[in-house]
């Protein structure tokens, strides 16, 4: 019996690798490389006239902890920090700036509820934060995986 592991295994490794890597491209965001709590988001825009600048807020447990680079809403904005392990109650805004020029938040009922989110010792949890219907509705998913598979 031969020791090697099927091949399907080996491409399920690699695939899982490199989608863990897409979210520490070089230059792409301000996230630590050691950081246990990573924050993505972005929006379907149905036209190039709804792609405005924004940016997300991050608040934790009550306190303004960060925010996102500013880029359009298609584009993938990142946040990470290193946060003690335990619950966490974080509240994701959302900041548009349209052709008028003022930074205005979505509508509070078009925003993401405040939720706890728990950080796990040795592990990464990452926050996927989607908006789409102009902004209306968002998906929101939580992968967590091993602090030593990144770099």
Known sequence: MSSRRPLWFCLLAIGLLGACRSFFRPGASSVP???????????????????????????VDGK?????????????????????????????????????????????????TERFIRVEPGLRTVVSLKFYDAGRRHSLEISRFPLTVLP
């Open 33 to 59: 490389a050691d950081a246990n709590f990573v924050l993505t988001a972005s929006d379907a825009v149905a036209s190039a006239a709804q792609d405005e600048d924004c940016y997300l807020a991050v608040f």
């Open 64 to 112: 303004a902890a960060g925010q996102t680079a500013v880029a359009l809403k298609s584009k993938e904005k990142a946040w990470g920090e290193v946060l003690p392990v335990g619950n966490h109650l974080f509240r994701f805004e959302e900041w548009v700036k349209p052709p008028s020029g003022q930074w205005t938040p979505l509508p509070a009922d078009w925003q993401p």
